[in-house]
């Protein structure tokens, strides 16, 4: 590790080895769902992905589906992809 981040790092850097349950644990994993997920900001898509006005694309982590789409030249909005009357999904992501 450079000094430098010796110098202004945090002297906790958590554990050297990532214990194994933690990628079996539906505790940790509903913990990372509330705690990264849905706060961190998300690269859902790129600005080519939806190159039309009316293009859309759908991006799905975790248990969220966001429906991201260009609504203007130069607009992009973002939705939960689900209808409001029925709870199902609006889009399903196809790979092309």
Request: glycine share 4%.
């Amino acid at each position: 590790m450079p000094d430098i981040l010796r110098m202004t790092g945090s002297e906790d850097i958590g554990p050297l080895e990532i214990p194994t349950d933690w990628y079996l644990s539906r505790d940790v994993y509903e913990r990372e769902k509330q705690r990264i997920w849905r706060r961190r900001w998300q690269v859902a898509c790129r600005e080519e992905d939806i190159p039309e006005v009316g293009d859309s694309w759908v991006y799905d982590v975790a248990d969220l589906s966001i429906l991201v789409v260009r609504s203007a030249s130069d607009t992009f909005r973002a939705f939960y992809n689900a209808c409001l009357h029925r709870g199902r999904s609006l889009r399903i992501f196809r790979a092309e």
